[in-house]
């Protein structure tokens, strides 16, 4: 695998394998190491000079979710569910941006699976006040859009509202604020 690197932190740091330990990256600008492995009497452990967020996505075998794939299978791990290419591994509801708003905001999620959902507004009272989305979904990340509106269309008050993403036996809540 081979990756570039970018972001605020621009430089890796080195580390080299000890006792039993594995070189298993190296910086391609200084051939230096930058990760290593070691696995000791059933014990695995992976450590990385690099911020895995700054790698810069390749094409097959150097993607993201290819390095992490590796890296699961050293701790006897599946990598169903590793983040890319549409997979993502946990149920998340991100904050709405903007925040605050006015008049319309976007909600991102992700779902983990597919399954049934729903994302609903809620003002500070707990009464829902607009369903934003309701079904099936499939695996990977969505978006909504609110545009302060009830239910019925009629625009909302200024003030604090509740965006609650539902799925299964899971529940998420973040804060937004409508300002006008």
Known sequence: MSFSYTGGN?????????GGGTLIFTNPSDSRGCGVANEVRGYATVGCAFEFGGLVDGTSPSTKADLMSEILGLFGLSSSGVPGDGIVSRFVLEQNRPNPFNPTTTI??????????????????????????RGALPAGRHTATWNGCDGSGAPVASGVYFFRLTSGHESVMRKGVLLK
Request: glycine residues 8%; without cysteine.
């Open 108 to 133: 991102a999620f992700e779902l983990p699976s597919r399954g049934d959902i729903e994302l609903g507004v809620y003002n500070a009272a707990g009464r829902l006040v607009a369903t934003l989305s």
């Open 10 to 18: 621009s430089y890796i740091d080195h580390v080299a394998a000890t």
